[in-house]
């Protein structure tokens, strides 16, 4: 068949397509799992950091919060870490351009599962469906 073949013009851009949407689905997985999240408590006496999966990684205590009484001083720590995984929630939403429903701190978790599930089965069924492409363009071209 001639290449200028409109059906060989359209599984490129099929191909094209289709490698295009794994690229960016790649980039915006692998930004999710370099977010970290960052947060202090209202006094500043606590900072906190989490990683991309939103787990405490780390706490740092000023010596200003070794004159708190315990009670205080695990409050800090709390609000601290609150604000940390508030910020790694706000940046993922950001960076998927999601909105979020108050009180479903679970769904960006989900979310990200569901995307890297998605990522893998794309990835499986475009690879076929190219080989196809392939195999179809080259018994037209013979």
């Known amino acids: 068949m001639d290449s200028s073949d409109p059906r060989l013009e359209e599984l490129d851009r099929l191909v094209q397509a289709?490698?295009?949407t794994?690229?960016?689905?790649e980039q915006a997985t692998q930004a999710?799992?370099?977010l970290t999240g960052s947060g202090e408590?209202?006094?500043?006496?606590v900072s906190a950091r989490v990683d991309a999966d939103s787990k405490l990684v780390d706490v740092q205590i000023t010596h200003r919060a070794m004159r708190?009484?315990?009670e205080e001083l695990g409050r800090d720590v709390v609000e601290a870490v609150r604000a940390a995984q508030e910020d790694h929630e706000r940046q993922?939403?950001?960076l998927l351009g999601l909105g979020m429903v108050p009180g479903e701190q679970d769904l960006l978790g989900t979310f990200k599962r569901d995307l890297d599930e998605l990522q893998d089965s794309y990835a499986r069924e475009t690879g076929e469906r190219l080989e196809g492409m392939r195999r179809t363009q080259r018994s037209w071209e013979d």
């Open 18 to 20: 289709s490698e295009r």
């Open 22 to 25: 794994m690229r960016e689905l």
């Open 32 to 34: 999710l799992r370099q």
């Open 41 to 45: 408590s209202r006094g500043g006496t």
């Open 68 to 70: 708190l009484d315990p």
């Open 92 to 94: 993922a939403r950001d």
